[in-house]
Structure formats: structure tokens, C-alpha cells
């Protein structure tokens, strides 16, 4: 006797879950990367280090995975998407308002309405055109805080709403790669999942490791410190919850639309704009509501905006 397959609408409400899962994770994952901080471990090692012992546990259960990632050049652009978006975003929650960042990085809609074009042959439409206005709206408005508050600057260009952050770029960047990882995981839904799964990790050990490598040897960032109980059992603990997160990303975005998985990725957003105004990990001022509010109404509007083909 064979068990019934779940319905579609029970499918997508699965994956949708496991997105909402992996928000979770994400959302509130400042949090310990600014005690290992604090504890002298930069977020750059200690998302290598759990993203190394991740690959090793999947390695470990799913041997053929290696091999998979080895051999399909197409896993090779989820590994370079995956370790962009989990070092860019490690790091900036670190060093940034935790709010402000995550609302650069949910720039999604508009970085995959490009990407979806691209990538996956979805038209774009006038609906797509009115979610990258907003998005550009909201993303205009979070980035002008800085500049309106500083009168003294007597430039025009200065005042342009633009990063003027390190925080800010890797906000940036990580939402960018971050719908790119989406979208790759769209498109090769139909390979093994234990093979995206580990490029996913690999990724994030290798872009994450090569940079805190550059940076210690350059003294820009310091080199882990001696082996502690504390931040051993953290980055253990973190393993465990980026291990369940991570695949529970794989799961839903290869089951549900791009700009599906963005909207309900969103609420990452509330996770983490909660968390971190209740923690000290940042602040929810009017003016970063306002853009932040343009840049979720563009996300939602995708909801309702099936994926299209020529």
C-alpha cells in the first residue's frame, strides 16, 4: 500500500511553511553572531566554520551529494549565489542596524523580477514594472535617512539616495544574490535535493571563508580565537538551526514561483525587525517604516502575479 501524494494546495502550503521556517532561522540569527562577535569570533569564521561542519554532516549522510555538486556546472552558480548571500548577510547584521539591513536585502522583488526574466523567461509585465517602482521607492527612502539628517554635506551627488555603508552594501549585494539563489533553486527543482543542499553549504564555507582569510591576512579582521566551550557549543547550535533553515529554503523555493518564495520570505522582516527593536539590534524610526512599508507592498503585490512565459 502506497501513501497518497499531498494535494497541490496542501504541496504549496508545505513549502510555504518551510519557508516561513527558514525565516525564522534567518530572522533571528543576529542575535548569536553578535555574541560570537562579542566573543571574538567574526561573523565571516563563524559562518565558515558552521557552514563547513554543515557540508561535512551532509557529505556524511548523502556520500553521492559531493559528486553531484562536482559534476552539474549548474550547482556551481547556487554555490557562488548561496555564499554571497550567507556571508553578505552574516556579516552586515553584525556591523549595521539590523532593521535597516534586512529591509535592503528584501529588495528581492526587484532583484528577482530581473532575474526571473532572465533565468527563468518570465515576461515582465506592467504589474512587474509597478512592484520595481515601489521596491525602488521604498529602497530610496531607507537609503535618504542618512543623507537628509547631514544638511552639511554641500554636494547634490552626496545627498543621492545611496549606500554610505559597508552595512548597507552587503544589505544590498545579499538580497541580490539572495533572489538569485531563489530563482537557481526554481530552476533546478528537478535535481536530487541532498546536491543543492550541499552547494548551498559549500557555498557559504567557501565564499565565507575566502573572504575572512583575505581580511585576517590583511589585518583587517582578527583570526578565531582559541577554542572555548561558549562559542563552540554556539557555532554547534547554529549548525544545527542553519542545517534545518537552509533546507527547508531548498524544499519550499523549489516547490513554489520565485516571486512567490520572496513574498512569504518576507517575514523574515517581522522576525527580524521584531527581535532586534526588542534586543537593541536596531531601531523602527517613521521614516524607515515608510520606505520599509513601499518595499514589503512590493513583495506582496507579487503574490498575485502568476509566473509568465513566452
Known sequence: MTATPPRPSAAAGLA???LVLNALVWGTSWWPFRWLQAAGLHPLWA???V?????????????????????????????VASGTTNAAFNWAVVIGDVVR?????????????????VVLHERFTTAAA???????????????????ADASRPSLLLQLPLPRSLADWLGLVGGFSFAFNNVMLRREANRPEEGRALAMFVGGAIVAGTLAVTLATSGKAPWPPAPAAPWLLTTAVLTVLFLAGNLALQFGAARLPANRTSVVMLTEVVFASSSAVAFGGGTLTPRLALGGGLIVASALLAAVAPAERH
Do not use: D, K
Open 51 to 79: 557552514f563547513v561542519l554543515a557540508s561535512t554532516v551532509i557529505v556524511a549522510a548523502r556520500p553521492r551529494a559531493f559528486r553531484q555538486v562536482l559534476t552539474t556546472p549548474a550547482l556551481w552558480l547556487l554555490v
Open 16 to 18: 510555504a511553511l518551510a
Open 130 to 148: 509597478l512592484r520595481v517602482a515601489l521596491a525602488l521607492a521604498g529602497a530610496a527612502i531607507v537609503l535618504w535617512q542618512e543623507a537628509a
Open 47 to 49: 559562518t565558515t566554520i
Open 101 to 117: 539591513v534586512v529591509l535592503l536585502f528584501y529588495l528581492m522583488p526587484l532583484w528577482t523580477v530581473l532575474l526571473a526574466r
